[in-house]
Nanobody, 108 residues
Framework: QVKLVELGGGSVRAGTSLKLSCETN????????IQWHRQVPGKERELVSVDVRGGRFTASRNEAESTLYLNINNLNTDDTAVYYC????????????WGQGTQVTVST
């Protein structure tokens, strides 16, 4: 069974930072490509592009805990969405899996 559990969402003020986590199985963490997506009501789900050089969206991993993190800096109201982690396990003959999502609401 594939485990993808997003944690860390909430209601925050614009200009602050937030760290979301995606807990998964050890095998999923090692075999699958895990990425963050987000969805605003009424809009299509979109991939969250992370910048390895820094910037507003950065990702990090904890190998020992099979957890992926998404750091969002300088939040603005446009970041209000449900954030999902998704696992693409096609390279090992499995499918695509989604977590249940975590709501992030940014207010001024």
């Amino acid at each position: 069974q594939v485990k993808l559990v997003e944690l860390g969402g909430g209601s925050v003020r614009a200009g602050t930072s937030l760290k979301l986590s995606c807990e998964t199985n050890e095998n999923v963490f090692g075999w699958c490509r895990i990425q963050w997506h987000r969805q605003v009501p009424g809009k299509e789900r979109e991939l969250v592009s992370v910048d390895v050089r820094g910037g507003r969206f950065t990702a990090s991993r904890n190998e020992a805990e099979s957890t992926l993190y998404l750091n969002i800096n300088n939040l603005n109201t446009d970041d209000t969405a449900v954030y999902y982690c998704a696992a693409d396990c096609s390279r090992v003959g499995l499918g695509h899996y989604w977590g249940q999502g975590t709501q992030v609401t940014v207010s001024t």
